[in-house]
């Protein structure tokens, strides 16, 4: 059994964090875990879409700021694959222009969060009515 089948069993959610902020990845991470999550970090698109399809994660918080790839090409790539198509995508970003914000959506986000004093609650308030979070399932 991989360590995602044991989680899921464990009725632990899976999240797939793309952050290329090692400062922001490891504040996520530590968040996320708090919740009750299991968490994996990518620091780039390319090994983020790597680490999706391996592990099929319940869910993606993207950045859109990554080297080499940015997470609007990253969002479209995981939509337009067929075993990854289904992840639900959070984009989680410093970007808060509404333009924006409406083509993350477009290409398949869930929701789109600015980084910013409001951005955890925010993004634990989204993963709660995805029904991933610890604070759900009391």
Known sequence: MSENEEARAANQGVVLVIEDSSTQALHLQALLEEEGLKVTVAYDGQTGLQMARELLPD?????????????????????????????????????????????????????????????????????RRMRLSDADKQ
Request: glycine letters at 4%; one cysteine or more.
């Open 59 to 127: 869910v993606i918080v993207l950045d859109l700021e990554l080297p080499e790839m940015s997470g609007f090409q990253v969002c479209r790539r995981l939509k337009d694959a067929r075993e990854t198509a289904d992840i639900p995508v959070v984009m989680l970003t410093r970007h808060d222009d509404q333009e924006v914000a409406a083509l993350g959506l477009q290409l398949g986000a869930v929701d789109y969060i600015p980084k910013d004093a409001f951005s955890d609650a925010a993004l634990l308030e989204t993963l």
